[in-house]
């Protein structure tokens, strides 16, 4: 079993039912990251110069035959940061930077052996984000992203130039010690083992499908 499958327990998580504050026993003091602000951006490049690296196999035969290529990692690499604080915006501050997305590449050569690549797509990042009060422990510029190209065309160069769906998020954010008010420890429940039985899907379907009632809305 797991905590959302036939455990009944009130140190586990989940809705809480009843008064929230039974069972609340201590104050704890974690350690975690703080998001003072963040904001996401999601924009499509078009004829971006996608550069191969680290190719396997490493002397493919041209010409490539695009297949995709998409993000490896959903952390990106900040570069170039400058925070200018605003005066007429207490607390606000213009947040300059270029996000690097780490991308794998997958192809196929004049042979149609398949290959794969590295590369990088860079953007730019402009926007205004709420930057906390100078303090000893320092905030830092964080950013997630997640980047897809379905089409590319190949430049006998051995460059690719792609269409890119591309998707960032920058935070900002400090590591703190927080007080937190808490159950105790969790309760662990046993593994359940995965048992395969044909007809265990079709006997959970009620006998009516379920809705809700007009009545009650």
């Not at 493919?60 to 695009?66: A, C, E, G, I």
């Not at 605003?86 to 270029?98: E, I, Y």
């Not at 460059?159 to 420890?185: H, M, Q, R, W």
């Amino acid at each position: 079993m797991s905590f959302f499958s036939n455990f009944q327990s009130d140190k586990c998580p989940g809705s809480i039912s009843g008064n929230p504050l039974n069972g609340m026993c201590e104050k704890v003091c974690i350690q975690a990251q703080k998001i003072f602000d963040a904001c996401i951006k999601q924009i499509q490049i078009e004829n971006y110069t996608l550069t191969l690296n680290d190719r396997i196999p490493a002397d493919p035969t041209y010409p490539l035959t695009f297949i995709s290529a998409r993000s490896l990692s959903s952390t990106g690499n900040i570069t170039a940061l400058n925070v200018e604080r605003l005066a007429d915006k207490p607390g606000c501050a213009r947040v300059q930077a270029t996000v690097s997305i780490p991308v794998e590449v997958l192809y196929t050569d004049a042979n149609g052996v398949e290959g794969v690549a590295q590369s990088t797509i860079s953007v730019s990042e402009d926007v205004l984000l709420f930057v906390p009060a100078p303090s000893i422990m320092p905030y830092k510029i964080t950013s997630e992203v997640s980047a897809v190209c379905a089409e590319g065309t190949f430049n006998s160069d051995g460059t690719f130039t792609v269409n890119a769906c591309i998707t960032t998020i920058l935070k900002v954010a400090i590591d703190v010690e927080i007080l937190v008010p808490s159950y105790g420890y969790c309760a662990i429940p046993p593994a359940q083992d995965y048992s395969h039985e044909v007809c265990a899907g079709f006997f959970e379907l009620p006998l009516y499908p379920q809705g809700k009632n007009c009545s009650k809305q």
